[in-house]
């Protein structure tokens, strides 16, 4: 009886530990061609908790349960500078070397930043989005995001999300909260909305050997204008949300966010992906619907740091 209950204490303590570990992944490229880097050292500033990067440039770092939500990573190879930077542990850690030159210093960022192209295949042709982490100059913000499309008409399509400090009671959670502004305007529809909400994603990221999608609730207000059968409608009243994120390890290196909304007599339902793309750059897919209005957009990125 003795050795099953030990059997059963130790099998308890190793899956308390591993749900304890977060993991880092992402890819070492040539800054100037883009190609990736094998058998570059990636290591946890500070200890020596490391791994090598593969063929393909990638690398995957389990490290111990931190209070926050960032880490700072060294990464080094002969023939190249050092770069160190924070990253997050949900979001994929992309770094780009420089060939070694005279100058023998290390190239030291601690923050960073997205920027690209919005097209919708709908409403909004055109369009443009910015994000920025990891900000010294702005400590109360963890990011910021911005969005907008239009048609260059009467069509427009706006949104800003703030991400405030990560909160972590116990056990490995992580709790990331959001406050996010959507605003857009259909002609064809006639129709016109907006929307303020506030969100938190609950997280352990791995339970085991199995790693687990983080949960997003939360609520906000919403007011909806739109012509039905030639009057104005107008509905108005608070909602709630709920929905999933999840990082998809490489060789796919997805990271999706699926999100539904009930506001007073009707569903949104909002989802995106992107991946990594020739180190710096990155492509993603954006989906929003609710009611008659369908959008979807494509993404092309690249990365800052």
Known sequence: MKPILLYL?????????????????????????????????????????????????????????????????????????????????????????????????????????????????????????????????????????????????????AFVQVGLPTLRPSYGLTLNEQLSYQWLRAAPRNMRFQSYSANVRASVYRLGPVRVPGLIVGGGYANLRESRNGEQVEITGFGYTVGLQHAVPYPIGLWVNVTATRWSGYWQLQGSAKRSLFGRFGAGINYNQFRKYREVSFALFRYFY
């Open 9 to 157: 204490v130790l099998l308890l303590t190793t899956t308390s530990a591993l749900a304890q570990q977060r993991i880092v992944a992402g890819r070492v490229t040539d800054r100037s061609t883009g190609r990736p880097l094998q058998g570059c050292v990636v290591l946890q500033l500070g200890t020596t908790n490391g791994v090598s990067t593969g063929a393909n440039g990638a690398f995957s770092l389990s490290v111990a349960p931190a209070a926050s939500d960032t880490l700072s990573l060294v990464v080094s190879m002969i023939g190249y500078l050092s770069q160190r930077r924070q990253v997050q542990f949900y979001d994929s850690a992309n770094f780009g070397l420089s060939p070694a030159s005279k100058e023998l210093c290390d190239l030291s960022i601690n923050w960073g930043s997205e920027a690209g192209l919005l097209s919708g295949t709908r409403y909004a042709p055109v369009g443009a989005f910015v994000r920025v982490y990891h900000s010294r100059y702005i400590p109360l913000v963890s990011q910021l995001q911005a969005s907008y499309q239009t048609n260059l008409h009467r069509n427009s399509a």
